[in-house]
């Protein structure tokens, strides 16, 4: 699944470079290279040899504003400070490093797929601005917990696949879980805060909750149980609960009462 994820996110690297339209002029400084319009500037890369970064508000004196795709993928990364002028994130701008943890500021809006994917975190603040979480955003981490913001209202495919995450929320606003989302996680209880329309947690997502037959041997992929129990009382919109598994290889959920 790991090897999947890997050439999505290549996939996403290689078009990134293909079709990115560079407008503007050119700057740098301290190994940050970017382009400058009008609404300030986008970081394209980073060449430095630093391994711990902190990305600057300004570069000549133009506020930092969009991190481009593929921007610092695949460069050894162990830590990033994103300042709070940043908001908006490209496809796999991060992925694919040794990050351990992250802060994505609240003036972030919007974040592609794949942006922290393939690191090491532990730890992730998400902006309280964003409101979709894009596939593969968070994939492959070491993430123990997390925190969804009250903004979100999708959570799309694979975006915490492969992680530590024992429990999670997730928020009433949210009206849409995709493929795969929380797959390889040893979840034991999981929270809806609202209502979803059975087409925003279709067939598809059975799984999303579930454990991949390539991840333990002998258990095949989730069988579709905490779907059939969210929506056993409401075949339309669920029940909101908290429910409940006894291990986090079991395919039996219970709504906790």
Not at 46 to 58: D, L, R, S, W
Not at 87 to 102: E, P, Q, R, V, Y
Request: charge should be positive.
């Amino acid at each position: 699944m790991k090897k999947s994820i890997m050439i999505a996110l290549l996939f996403t690297v290689l078009c990134a470079g293909i079709f990115a339209q560079k407008k503007g002029k050119s700057v740098s400084e301290n190994g940050f290279f970017g382009t400058a319009a009008d609404n300030g500037i986008t970081i394209t890369s980073y060449e430095g040899t630093a391994k711990n970064v902190v990305i600057p508000e300004k570069i000549a004196g133009i506020p930092v504003v969009r991190i481009e795709a593929a921007a610092f993928y695949d460069i050894e990364l162990t830590g990033v400070v994103i300042p709070n002028t940043v908001i908006s994130i490209g496809d796999s701008a991060f992925a694919n490093n040794n990050l351990t943890n992250i802060i994505i500021p609240n003036s972030v809006t919007r974040m592609g797929g794949g942006v922290f994917a393939n690191n090491n975190l532990s730890s992730v603040v998400i902006s309280d601005s964003i409101t979709k979480i894009l596939g593969n955003t968070f994939a492959n981490n070491q993430l123990k917990e997390v925190v969804i913001p009250n903004s979100v209202t999708e959570i799309n495919a694979s975006a915490f696949q492969s992680n530590m995450v024992s429990a999670v929320t997730i928020p009433n606003k949210v009206k849409f879980i995709g493929e795969r989302a929380f797959t390889n996680n040893p979840l034991t209880s999981v929270t809806f805060l609202g209502k979803i329309k059975s087409s925003g947690f279709n067939a598809e997502t059975t799984r999303a909750f579930g454990i991949d037959a390539s991840y333990i041997v002998d258990i095949a992929s989730f069988p579709g149980d905490l779907r059939d129990k969210f929506y056993a009382a409401d075949k339309i919109e669920g029940t909101p609960g908290t429910y409940l598994r006894p291990n986090g290889t079991s395919s039996v959920w219970t709504l906790k009462k």
